[in-house]
């Protein structure tokens, strides 16, 4: 499954290679009742090239759904990024609930704002 998943965000063709998963497994959580979002699967690339492709296919693709459904990737970050992302939750609430900007983190941890097309950092 996960094999075909992989080919859809990078639309490999059927004569070419799938990128080879070095690992995968749902993450340990409780199975979600009807509504809820699935589990999330941790997958670890074989090549350290193919998880750069898949993430460039995924910041270029923006919406991907698989079988009708939302699919979303993410990269895991190490615990202190997460951390330092945390720290920003406030202020990305606020930004969402109480206007239209667009936003969002730079690695390792810097908040971007869009105002009028102008980036601030």
């Given at each position: 499954m996960?094999?075909?998943?992989?080919?859809?965000?990078?639309?490999?063709?059927?004569?070419e290679?799938?990128?080879?998963?070095?690992?995968?497994?749902?993450?340990?959580?409780?199975?979600?009742?009807?509504?809820?979002?699935?589990?999330?699967?941790?997958?670890?690339?074989?090549?350290?090239?193919?998880?750069?492709?898949?993430?460039?296919?995924?910041?270029?693709?923006?919406?991907l759904?698989?079988?009708?459904?939302?699919?979303?990737?993410?990269?895991?970050?190490?615990?202190?990024?997460?951390r330092?992302?945390?720290?920003?939750?406030?202020?990305?609430?606020?930004?969402?609930?109480?206007?239209?900007?667009?936003?969002?983190?730079?690695?390792?941890?810097?908040?971007?704002?869009?105002?009028?097309?102008?980036?601030?950092?």
């Amino acid at each position: 499954m996960m094999g075909d998943i992989l080919r859809y965000i990078l639309d490999v063709k059927d004569d070419e290679p799938t990128p080879e998963v070095e690992r995968q497994h749902r993450s340990l959580r409780p199975r979600p009742a009807p509504g809820e979002p699935p589990c999330p699967y941790l997958v670890r690339m074989l090549r350290w090239s193919d998880r750069q492709k898949i993430l460039q296919a995924v910041a270029e693709k923006r919406q991907l759904s698989w079988k009708g459904k939302p699919l979303r990737v993410f990269q895991d970050l190490p615990t202190e990024i997460k951390r330092k992302h945390a720290e920003y939750d406030d202020i990305r609430g606020k930004l969402r609930r109480e206007t239209s900007l667009h936003y969002g983190i730079l690695y390792p941890a810097r908040l971007i704002v869009t105002i009028d097309e102008v980036k601030y950092i």
